[in-house]
């Protein structure tokens, strides 16, 4: 059984020297030993800096699992405590400057989203008043057309009947229903020159 009082700073470094030649060659005695002494000192701490005591709890256990796959290293440390605390005091700040980027990083986020989602309500209604204004000029845009030239291009367009059935239907030559098309077309290019795309 490893004596904990080989920690004290009044001990002779003789024995604190020993401890450590232990945790560098992997003893599992002397390694529970140290968790057993420090681990509701560094808890302590760590819950100062970090207010909730599962994330101290977390950075503690993860120090103590760092210790141990460092344990080669603890040739140099020259006093036990400090290590230890310095360590402690070290990951706590790493872990609030984490929280503070991810902190910033969801807000960034959830701005980011708001505007996506205003620009989406934005685009929406931009294009639901465009719609509506389309729909508008293009009654004005047929209405304007002559009579003749304006039931061949409904027929045409709106009922979606073929030229010759248009031909049949009004009683006249096919060859009028295309010229009667084509001066529509051009009509309706003219009033529709925004809106050009949908008509080709």
Avoid at 9 to 38: C, M, V, W
């Amino acid at each position: 059984m490893i004596d904990p009082s080989i920690l004290k700073d009044n001990k002779p470094n003789t024995n604190l020297d020993s401890f450590l030649h232990l945790l560098r060659k992997g003893d599992q005695t002397a390694y529970e030993a140290l968790f057993r002494i420090y681990y509701d000192k560094l808890l302590h701490i760590a819950e100062g800096y970090l207010g909730s005591e599962q994330e101290a709890e977390d950075v503690v256990q993860s120090l103590f699992l760092k210790v141990w796959e460092r344990k080669h290293n603890l040739g140099e440390v020259t006093n036990l405590n400090n290590y230890l605390f310095t360590m402690t005091k070290n990951a706590c700040l790493d872990q609030l400057k984490h929280e503070k980027v991810k902190d910033l990083f969801s807000k960034n986020y959830s701005e980011k989203k708001k505007a996506i989602q205003n620009q989406f309500i934005m685009d929406e209604t931009a294009s639901s008043i465009l719609e509506k204004d389309l729909e508008k000029r293009i009654k004005l845009a047929i209405e304007a057309l002559p009579q003749k030239c304006k039931n061949v291009f409904m027929k045409s367009r709106i009922e979606g009947m073929n030229h010759s059935e248009i031909a049949k239907a009004l009683d006249i030559s096919k060859r009028t229903v295309d010229n009667h098309i084509s001066n529509a077309l051009k009509h309706m290019r003219l009033h529709l020159k925004e809106f050009l795309t949908l008509f080709l």
